[in-house]
């Protein structure tokens, strides 16, 4: 099946026992596979598959990839440490990369750390900002952070999720998660109106808050324990049609709603509405082939091709796929196991993809490997971070899978 974690998951979970048991059918090749050349993005890393001496052959490295346009970048997020002694001041930036000329170019900043820092330089400037190596307070007066979550890419637009922790005494203690989405092309926020038109928008915000009230007043009405707890902190989410991302499911775009939580009782937590179909965007053509559709057993995912299909197979973990390579007699070829979820498939092997992004792509795996972590990010010292775990609603019935049972997000402290 599809990840838990995946918004895919619920368009196939009745069906996800029949399909499991109808894929172990299919005929295991026996020769050599197709002649294939692809990459496959997938949990936090991009995989290199490629047919070598009548043998698939995969190579893994950790970067986030994104592709439109004609060119590859690589996406990655960077601290903006500006701490001091009693201060800890640190941001998140976010950057891509071109593959080919290697020039980055910066697309997000967290606008609010970076100026609550300036007004503390300003308000102390006889106090020295610490250095790379250098250990600030144990409790200092003055906190202001934040992590930046890189959740998709959809050709020129990427999703991401922030979280803000603002510790300030006798000034302000909020703590804030928003999702949004930035138009890599001119490194600012896209919103509905622009990647949608005006009229689709407005339906889709629409939609949005019918199933806000659908869950707050199941929320409401519930009577379990669970729900009753649920039900007192659920004053604290007002709806914000600017918290969104957006995700593909079976092909087509759709958009998520994220609703903010407010004060005491929903600060650092948010409320996720179930998906709301969008149209096609005038650039998703371009991109609709490095997009999967539900397989026919309904626990796959497919990229369907001219001389080869690309399939990536879960397991009923929902933590692993099997990649496999299925040509046109319908023969497959298994490549390697991926962590989830499985995202795009780029076919290095098409017309598009020229000398130049060849060797960008050489060049990016290869420094890759020098790399720490499971994904690029440039960091300063770590003085506390913070994640959160995403509860998923059906898209019918406004119920959360995931074994969540309680309707919003859950936030572990910064401060140990």
């Not at 593909?248 to 709603?257: T, Y």
């Not at 319908?330 to 098409?350: C, F, H, I, Q």
Request: glycine share 8%; hydrophobic share 40%; net charge neutral.
């Amino acid at each position: 099946m599809l990840p838990l974690t995946s918004p895919r998951f619920v368009a196939f979970l009745g069906a996800l026992l029949l399909g499991v048991a109808g894929c172990r059918n299919a005929p295991a090749g026996t020769g050599k596979p197709p002649a294939a050349e692809f990459l496959v993005t997938a949990g936090d890393s991009a995989f290199w598959v490629s047919t070598i001496d009548g043998r698939l052959r995969i190579r893994r490295a950790p970067l986030t990839l994104a592709y439109y346009d004609g060119r590859f970048y690589e996406l990655y997020v960077a601290d903006d440490d500006r701490s001091y002694f009693d201060a800890l001041l640190i941001g998140q930036r976010v950057y891509r990369r071109d593959l080919v000329s290697g020039d980055s170019v910066q697309v997000f900043e967290d606008k609010r750390v970076s100026s609550i820092a300036r007004r503390y330089a300003a308000e102390h400037p006889d106090e020295r900002r610490l250095d790379e190596d250098e250990e600030g307070s144990d409790d200092p007066h003055t906190v202001a952070t934040s992590d930046v979550e890189l959740l998709d890419v959809l050709g020129p637009l990427l999703s991401y999720a922030r979280h803000t922790d603002i510790d300030i005494v006798n000034v302000e203690d909020s703590h804030t998660v928003r999702y949004g989405v930035i138009d890599l092309r001119e490194g600012s926020a896209a919103t509905l109106h622009a990647i949608f038109g005006d009229s689709a928008a407005r339906r889709i915000v629409a939609d949005a808050r019918v199933a806000y009230r659908v869950v707050i007043d199941s929320v409401r009405r519930t009577r379990s324990a669970r729900g009753r707890r649920a039900a007192r902190v659920i004053d604290a989410f007002r709806f914000d049609s600017t918290s969104f991302s957006l995700v593909d499911i079976d092909g087509s775009p759709r958009v998520g709603f994220y609703v903010p939580g407010e004060g005491t009782s929903g600060g650092g937590l948010s409320l996720p509405l179930p998906h709301i179909r969008a149209p096609e965007p005038s650039w998703w053509s371009a991109i609709a082939s490095a997009v999967p559709k539900l397989g026919a057993d309904s626990a796959s995912e497919v990229w369907t091709g001219p001389r080869y299909d690309v399939i990536a197979r879960y397991d009923t973990t929902g933590e692993y796929a099997t990649l496999v390579v299925r040509d046109s007699a319908k023969n497959e070829w298994p490549a390697g196991r991926l962590p989830t979820p499985t995202r795009r498939v780029y076919r290095l092997d098409a017309a598009a993809v020229d000398t130049a992004a060849r060797r960008g792509l050489t060049r990016a795996f290869d420094e890759a490997t020098l790399y720490s972590g499971s994904a690029r990010t440039v960091i300063g010292p770590r003085r506390g971070r913070s994640h959160l775990i995403l509860a998923r609603w059906s898209r019918t019935t406004g119920t959360p899978v995931h074994g969540i049972s309680h309707p919003v997000q859950h936030r572990r402290d910064r401060h140990q």
